[in-house]
């Protein structure tokens, strides 16, 4: 080792500290410059300008270059992806009696053990050195260190037959080398930071040695806290003393200390608000204020959850933004749009193609959708045919449906099967970019492909390249193109893709490298366990495991545990609160969607550590520097009428302070449209539009006069209410034969929805539709012992005004329709109906009473009363009478099902009635004016649970406009 050809720094984290020492290192003469972390070399790249000397490369490469020095064969670094096919395939050869066998198919699985192989390698633990550990140790340990060393050997021959090398590799290849130097390699500037990588370190002192100019600079506290224990053992490793760089704010003295220290001033505060969004509009409303926008940037610790809020809110206000982020690659619509069109050609089943048809990529017209969505219905009705099918209509109707017609060709050559994954990836290859497709045509986007989609679409073929590569190389196998959609799916819903960002604004990253040269800082999301991060350990190694490992390899060397990652978390908050030269601003959310949260405590050592006071004269004391804090509360939406800085706030203080405008009524106003929707002179009416226009005019008009219909899918369930009508059971005199003809309703009415559910939901309508006949044949059979019908009584399909059922009530209003059924009890003339459930006649509203009440009238007889029989699908029968002496005592069975109800609410039998009936023809009254008058207002009720037109009429109970959720305005929060 070549004494003193190594120079350290150890200066304050930020652009404060590294400008200088960067613009030292480039007096001299040319030199490189690079960082053990990638992501602070575009600082280094700011902070050095264009016309530098010095270059700026990244760690792994100028380890490669001077691997080639040496004269040593260096290939090409594994790239992170191939190096993850590798890990996937080491595990899928992992022997049944592997610690990780079980669950060494899941790609998180495949992410913990690269990350822990790597870090065994820059700790020096190869797999020889794995293996050897394993022999002197026993128990779980051993096996872990086995199948690591295993997995280990297995991707370092995967990588080799692909012509790769890990950084890793190359930095042991060095160390057993020698150099020639030339050119400029011979300065190298090397930031470090606080990251304990004893390989790396080795490496430093290695090419020290060689005659390097080597310069390194590594993170310390302005006033030597305990924090740093990274750099401090790098420091201790290189063998040379530091220069104390920079001197710091009074934050940056202070922080983590316990006591004062000092320092220059900066202004901090912590703010509160609401909610993550109202956090997030307040920091970027500071980025704007006095036109700072190039000179804030915002860090999130989270930046998964806050980003999408940070993209809003940005939008809304007007303000640029940088921001660099991944996102899972389906997140994207044109990846999904791909997958689910590979997953159509590979299904049995065309009309998995439907969701594409909704697809904004598409643009296709509405009526365009519904006709495609039908003929995909009535191709899957052929079963067996469905694909032939399809495709004879895509030729027929080519015009338009050019793209159908060149994935069904595409289709027709996949499924013909069996190729090998290389021969596979020019044929998806083929089908993303396939111009005919909407979601691929550059037409279709206005001339660009989007540079989102562009990136997603590389992504998706760099992923299936990756596995392809692998795969070619260990085991080239044929497989079918089931299974290859199947494998582009795992690949792509396990990949991320980079989300392109702005070139220029407010600077919105989660790493404190990128923050950059910048005057004000927002903090988001201080909360605990975000901010420091909970503890928690290594899912491969333990604590107590890396503690064996750290003894049984001696050396001196101490693999980090869960704790030395914990203690980190104070050196990333002090290198985010050194990041700001002039001002930072720390916020939290008071409150997330479902929970209240606890700010962190680092809030509180910020405060302590910013605070100075002093005593001025007789006890007096002048505090001169503190934490301002700030609360914006729930109802502060926007800032106060002068103190605004986007038109977003202005447009929305002026809604807050503008008067309340109520929800508009619901009337008709011109008299030709009430004459269109009344219906003519001397109409007759179904008992269920009265009782729909008593229960809500709006409900009634959209449901009888509009005819519109929600397709829902408890509709399908309501339909399976048909079954007994459309058999007619209640006249079938054979339960065998009743049940027989309700099975075939009900496979008969399966049959014109099986086009339109999916396999699973037609199963479960099958059984469910096999229950209720059960259900209602028993309760028919007991019905038919206990309150046993006159013999040839039962008319079913009666219609109002045949004999025995009259058809004009009270007030000369004529009814319409049918009645399931009428039988004679006894002395009662029973109405046979079918309904939902039956309501307790103490608390019987109007609306029911009129629907019962007319079907009462309908068949009253002198001398003999009136009596209903529901049937019901909630697995009860009612037989509802008004006075009970009308016949012997009839019995209900609880068990069975069947109850007898009696409506009248007195002792007094005919005071019932007159009450009931009297009730009855004012409702009657009541629903026949709102018709006639064209009334359309909304009647919010219990009903409203069960109505489909609360998105239309705008008032149902659950979401209606008229009334507020939260009461009276709502008040400013306590806190
Ligand atoms: S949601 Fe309620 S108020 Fe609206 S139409 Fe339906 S029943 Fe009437």
New binding site residues.
Partial sequence: MVKGAIKVFAAIPGSTSLGPILREFGKKKPGIVTAFADSLLPMCDQLLGEDSSLEVVSFAEIVRNYVVLCGEEALPLAQSGQARAAISYACSQLPDESPFYRSARFEGFHEAVGNTLDELRHWGIDASCMADLAERTGGRLSEKLRSLAELDGTVTEVLKLLGRQRHSDQLALSLESTLELEGDMNRLLVFIGSEEDPLRVEWLRWIAAQGVEVTVVVDRHATGAAIFAGAKQCVSLLGVQPIEMGDGNRLARNLFTGSDQGGGKIEVSIVSAADPLAEVEWALRGCIEDDKVGRSAIYARDLQSYAPLIEAAAKRFGVPIRMARRVPLLTNSFARLSLIALKFCASYDVRTLAPILRSSYLRLPGPTQRGLDQVLRDCYAKRGEQWPELETWALEHSEGNEWLVSMLEWRRKAVAGGLRLSEWYPLVREFNREQKFPWVALQNKGGLMDERDRRALNQMERLLANHISVDDAVRPASIGLGEFVALCERLWSEGDVSIPTGESGVCVTTDTNLIGDVEQLFVLGMLEGVFPRRRSEDPILTDAERSEITTLHGDGMRLPNSLTKAEAERDTFYRVCAAAQKEIVFSYPVADDDKDNIPAFYLSEVERAVYRAEQVRDGVVQVEQKVERVNYPRPELAPAIGALSTDADIKMRNAIDGPREGALPLEIVSESVRQAIRPPEGAAFDPHVLRDAL??P??YL?RHVLHLRVKRQQARWGSLRKLPLATQLLSKQDMADAEQAMRGALEAELDQLYAEVPEWEMRLLRAGGQRLIRDWLHRESRSREEWTKEPGSVRPNVSFGSPGVRDVMPGNVKLEGLIPAVSKLENYNVVHLYGSAVSDPKNMSDIDKLYLGLHLMAVHEPGREGAIEVESMSGKRALMVLARGASRPLASSVADGLHVVDLATEDNVADSKRKFYDAVKAALQDAVQRILQARVD????D??DW?D??E??R???GFGEADSPFGEDAEFDDV
């Avoid at 909304?938 to 009720?941: D, F, L, P, Q, R």
Wanted: with cysteine; hydrophobic share 15%.
């Fill in positions: 229960r809500c709006f409900q959209s909304a009647t919010k009720g009903h409203c109505c037109y609360g239309l009429c008032r149902s109970r």
